[in-house]
Structure formats: structure tokens, C-alpha cells
């Protein structure tokens, strides 16, 4: 029987993209590739360079929308509309979700940063802890991420899987192309400057020469031209190209969180055949053990120690190519899959429900 599931979209519309857009998109792509799944794509606003997504994007009645208007439209446009073409299902790919669906909802919940950010003040803390606390079917990207769930609410009164992300059809190709080879000058991190990438410490490490050259950070939140520090370069949000050129020509990703919930610029790294150094996390265990270098990155010495282990060619030369072979397995084909199956559960669990209560 085919699946009709809506997809809430609107997170999607933001540029530059980051990892929890590029998951709604690429899910929407692959599931609407699947012979089962009829997908319904809602958004209240264009989503720009998105390519062809199998399915139109539905629901759109402005050309911009602010934060706070997307969240108002997913908490009551949006059920409205997935419930009038027909969904059987509502998949929001955040944490936060519509409180009086009117269909049964999944959400996915990415990582528990917000309860512990001191970049969010306590009024937005307890939102988050409140939000994130609804018995909703659930999926995480990692066991890591499902466990610090647990470890904050306790047992789950609704269905919960653990589905991991995919590797971009674009990324793929990029890996095919990049034979593992030396790489350039620059350490790489990428993604959003924020507080859970300790950009203090990157900066700190770069000064202090512990990352052996310099370093290169891509995405939000940095500046065009800026730059922090000796040997520290802020390039800003970067086009796809040439997020995947630095990536491909990097001597090394630094992963200098110290929370992630999956971290998809890991598992691109390791596809592409570059060595990670990264701090000891959970959810990088996951997919890089035996692959990445992991380290106490608050240690200059064992930094030091952990670069010199990740350029040494001759040593690493096995662990990046069992990476690459590893990575392969990371498609969004498996990830749709994994999602379609877990919708079915959802709806069986319902439709069990409402027979026990009828």
C-alpha cells in the first residue's frame, strides 16, 4: 500500500544550509525516489537551489518568512495542510512539532545542544526541555543522540528509532573523484561558528601552531575576510563547489565540538579519504572508530600528538581506506528505506490504538 507522508519543508528555506536542511531535503529527494512512499513536500516559502526533488513543494504563500513565522506556520498551517492532500503522516525533521496535528506526527531531534548552550538564555532553555520532552515518534541520528534522550527524559512513551544520515549525491561523486592522496596546506573545520565549536579554542590551537599549519574555517557565522588569530582563516558561508573543494584538498577536518549528534561533515571527510582529528564524542565513536584520531583537543600536547598520528601517511594509509569503504554504506537510498519502514510502525502502532480503544 502506498504512503502518503507530508515533510515539513520549511526549515529548508534558510541559507546557507546546514546539516539538519540538507537531511530535510535529501530525505525528501530519496523518499520521493521510493515506489511506496508518495511524498507531500510543504513549505511556506520558496526553497531556492534545492534541484528536483521528485515531488512540487506545496503550501507556499509568501517569498520570505522570518524564524517566527515558519515556527507559527508549522504549528497550525501546516498539520491543515498535510491533512487536506491527503497525508496519512506528518514528518517535521526538527525537534519541534505541531502540538494538535490532527494526523499522527514524527519528529526527528538532531542533538540536545539547546538544553545545555549557554548561548541560549534560560526562557529558551526551558521551551527546548519542554519541546524536546513530548512523546512523539522520534528519530535520531545516532544512538549517542537517542542515549543523552534517555539519560534527560527517561523512558520513551512513543516509538523512537535510530536512523542515520546519508552522504549527498553530490558528495559521493566528489569521493570518487579524490583518490586518497596528501593533502594541502590547511587544516579544515567546517560548519556554523557557534559556542559548541569552541571557536576560542580553535583560535588558541591555530596561534599555537599545536594543529601544524594553518587553518581554514567554512560556514555561517564567520566573516568574509575576516580572521581570528594568527594562522586562523574565517571564509564564511561557501558555495557547495568549493565546501567540497576544501574539503577534498584539506591536510586534515578538525571536529571541534564538543557535543555532536551525528556530524555529517565527518562522515564526508572520511568518505573523500581525509583524516579527522576530533575530541572523544559518542556519536563520532559511532561511525569513525578505528578510522578518525580522537584526542583531548583542551591538551595542546595531545593535539600535537594527534595530528603528527593523522599525517603520517604511511600508518593512516589502511584506516582511511576502510573509511572510504565504510562511508559507502551511508546512502540516502538506505536512510529512506529505514525512515519508510519506521513510518509504517508508527501507523500500525496508531491504528493499534484506536482498535483497543474503540
Same mark, same amino acid.
Given at each position: 500500500m502506498t504512503l502518503s507522508v507530508a515533510i515539513d519543508l520549511s526549515c529548508a528555506a534558510t541559507s546557507p544550509r546546514t546539516g539538519v536542511e540538507r537531511y530535510?531535503?535529501?530525505?525528501?529527494?530519496?523518499l520521493a525516489a521510493r515506489p511506496g512512499v508518495r511524498p507531500i513536500l510543504l513549505s511556506p516559502v520558496p526553497i531556492e537551489d534545492a534541484g528536483d526533488l521528485g515531488a512540487p513543494i506545496l503550501g507556499v504563500e509568501h517569498e520570505t518568512?522570518?524564524?517566527?513565522?515558519?515556527?507559527?506556520?508549522?504549528?497550525?498551517?501546516?498539520?491543515?495542510?498535510?491533512?487536506?492532500?491527503?497525508?496519512?503522516?506528518?514528518?517535521?525533521?526538527?525537534?519541534?512539532?505541531?502540538?494538535?496535528?490532527? #494526523?499522527?506526527? /514524527?519528529?526527528?531531534?538532531?542533538?540536545?545542544?539547546? =538544553?545545555?548552550?549557554? %548561548? $541560549?538564555?534560560?526562557l529558551? !532553555?526551558?521551551?527546548?526541555?519542554?519541546?524536546?520532552?513530548?512523546?512523539?515518534?522520534?528519530?535520531?541520528?545516532?544512538?549517542?543522540?537517542?542515549?543523552?534522550?534517555?539519560?534527560?527524559?527517561?523512558?520513551?512513551?512513543?516509538?523512537?528509532?535510530i536512523i542515520a544520515h546519508g552522504l549527498d549525491a553530490e558528495v559521493l561523486a566528489a569521493a570518487e573523484r579524490h583518490e586518497v592522496r596528501a593533502g594541502g596546506r590547511a587544516a579544515l573545520v567546517l560548519g556554523t561558528l557557534r559556542e559548541r565549536r569552541r571557536p576560542g579554542l580553535v583560535a588558541r590551537l591555530a596561534r599555537s601552531g599545536a594543529l601544524g599549519g594553518p587553518v581554514v574555517w567554512a560556514g555561517p557565522g564567520s566573516h568574509p575576510d575576516g580572521?581570528?588569530?594568527?594562522?586562523?582563516?574565517?571564509?564564511?558561508?561557501?558555495?557547495?563547489?568549493?565546501?567540497?573543494?576544501?574539503?577534498?584538498?584539506?591536510? #586534515?577536518?578538525? /571536529?571541534?565540538?564538543?557535543?555532536?549528534?551525528?556530524? =555529517?561533515?565527518?562522515? %564526508? $571527510?572520511?568518505?573523500?579519504? !581525509?583524516?579527522?582529528?576530533?575530541?572523544?564524542l559518542p556519536a563520532l565513536r559511532e561511525f569513525g572508530e578505528g578510522v578518525f584520531v580522537f584526542t583531548d583537543l583542551e591538551r595542546e600536547d595531545a593535539v600535537r600528538a594527534a595530528?603528527?598520528?593523522?599525517?603520517?601517511?604511511?600508518?593512516?594509509?589502511?584506516?582511511?581506506?576502510?573509511?572510504?569503504?565504510?562511508?559507502?554504506?551511508?546512502?540516502?537510498?538506505?536512510?529512506?528505506?529505514?525512515?519508510?519502514?519506521?513510518?509504517?510502525?508508527?501507523?500500525?502502532?496508531?491504528?493499534?490504538?484506536?482498535t483497543a480503544t474503540a
Open positions: 530535510a531535503l535529501e530525505l525528501a529527494r530519496a518568512a522570518s524564524p517566527l513565522a515558519r515556527a507559527l506556520w508549522r504549528r497550525s498551517r501546516l498539520p491543515e495542510l498535510a491533512r487536506s492532500q491527503g497525508a496519512q503522516l506528518l514528518h517535521v525533521p526538527v525537534s519541534a512539532a505541531p502540538s494538535r496535528p490532527g #494526523l499522527p506526527v /514524527v519528529r526527528t531531534v538532531h542533538d540536545l545542544g539547546r =538544553l545545555e548552550s549557554s %548561548e $541560549a538564555g534560560p529558551a !532553555r526551558w521551551r527546548a526541555r519542554r519541546v524536546l520532552a513530548q512523546p512523539l515518534p522520534t528519530v535520531f541520528p545516532s544512538v549517542a543522540t537517542r542515549d543523552d534522550w534517555r539519560g534527560a527524559f527517561g523512558t520513551a512513551r512513543a516509538p523512537q528509532a580572521r581570528s588569530g594568527e594562522n586562523l582563516s574565517l571564509l564564511g558561508p561557501v558555495s557547495e563547489e568549493r565546501r567540497l573543494a576544501l574539503l577534498g584538498s584539506a591536510r #586534515l577536518l578538525l /571536529v571541534p565540538s564538543a557535543r555532536e549528534g551525528f556530524c =555529517l561533515p565527518a562522515l %564526508e $571527510a572520511m568518505a573523500m579519504g !581525509r583524516p579527522v582529528v576530533c575530541a572523544d595530528v603528527a598520528e593523522a599525517q603520517d601517511a604511511v600508518a593512516m594509509a589502511p584506516r582511511l581506506a576502510e573509511g572510504r569503504r565504510r562511508a559507502r554504506a551511508f546512502t540516502w537510498d538506505r536512510a529512506a528505506e529505514a525512515h519508510e519502514t519506521f513510518y509504517r510502525q508508527v501507523l500500525a502502532a496508531t491504528e493499534t490504538r484506536k
